[in-house]
């Protein structure tokens, strides 16, 4: 019956008001073809000018440091010794981050215990907490005047301003990175795998380096990459508590800082490696981060 009603009030209507809504059907639609085109072309300049702001410095590094000028910069002592060192201290700061920080990671994400948000937070502080303040708290705690520090500077060990304080300074600032990404991989790892390797006989341990490891793998080597990058590009933390001593513990950073001073392409060249690290990080991490996604949609 109510069809029937809607079909009459179809042939009530007049052709003068069935002719009347076609053209305002037609204006209504033209109106969201506009509508979504404004949206789009507004989107595409928005996207453009925040491309633009980001590519337009990094491309002024390349245009204003000629490849002759960066090839010839490379040769100059303070470049080759920031580069070595800066390579040399990150790579043990990976190191001992990756030891240190995986177990941490694996226990945050897989137990529970009192003070775990309290642990997590202070894990993560570094991430928001200002370099400098991260040197000034390093050098009252390990300095030689510090809490710890004094009593290892009376047994002849002497941290501040030398080769291993840009190492706990890289520690410092870059662990939080590891962890995170690490922690949020052990979680990914579905708990059936663990519990069917249990249940098989296999003890905890064996489980974790046989099972949950080879699963979170690509995780943890994306963190390890941000770690290593975060400790590459460390200055406010470093020059606070390590200082800045070509050869012990000027790394990159810092000699971009002190050459700025001086000599400009010796600091464009510096800028151009770290430029191409970075980018290399960042390739890096999307393509570890691919293949999780794909193993987890197979």
């Known amino acids: ?8 009030r179809c042939h009530e209507r007049s052709p003068t008001d069935a002719a ?11 109106f969201c073809w506009f509508r979504d085109l404004a949206v789009k072309a507004g989107l595409a300049v928005l996207l453009m000018l925040a491309i ?13 440091s000629p490849l002759q000028t960066t090839l010839r910069s490379l040769h100059d002592p303070v470049v080759i010794d920031a580069l070595c060192l800066s390579l040399m201290t990150s790579t043990i700061t990976t190191l001992v981050v990756v030891i240190m920080g995986t177990p941490i990671a694996y ?17 993560d502080l570094p991430i928001i907490m200002p370099p400098a303040v991260a040197g000034i708290a390093l050098l009252m705690a390990f300095g030689r005047m510090g809490i710890v520090g004094q009593h290892l500077n009376a047994m ?19 662990s ?13 790892v579905d708990l059936a795998f663990e519990n069917a390797a249990r249940t098989l006989g296999a003890s905890r341990v064996y489980t974790f380096f046989h099972v949950i490891l080879p699963i979170a793998m690509n995780g943890l080597f994306s963190g390890a990459i941000m770690a290593f990058a975060r400790s590459l590009g460390e200055f ?42 970075s980018f290399m990080v960042i390739a890096l991490v999307k393509i570890l981060t691919r293949r999780v996604y794909k193993k987890t949609a197979n």
């Open 156 to 174: 002849g060990i002497n941290i501040a301003f030398t080769t291993m304080a840009v190492i706990l300074a890289q520690t410092f600032v870059s």
């Open 20 to 30: 009347n809504s076609e053209p305002e059907a037609t204006d209504y639609r033209y």
């Open 236 to 277: 406010g933390a470093t020059i606070m508590f390590a200082g800045n001593f070509q050869g012990r513990t000027q790394t990159m950073p810092l000699a971009i800082y002190t050459a700025m001073q001086g000599d400009l392409d010796v600091s464009l060249c510096l800028a151009i490696i770290l430029v191409a690290i």
């Open 107 to 123: 226990v945050s994400a897989r137990f529970h215990y009192h003070g775990k948000e309290l642990a997590d937070s202070l894990i």
């Open 176 to 188: 939080p990175f590891y962890i995170r990404q690490a922690r949020t991989s052990f979680e990914d």
């Open 52 to 64: 633009s702001f980001i590519a337009f410095p990094v491309l002024a590094l390349f245009l204003k």
């Open 1 to 8: 019956m109510a069809c029937n009603r809607d079909i009459g």
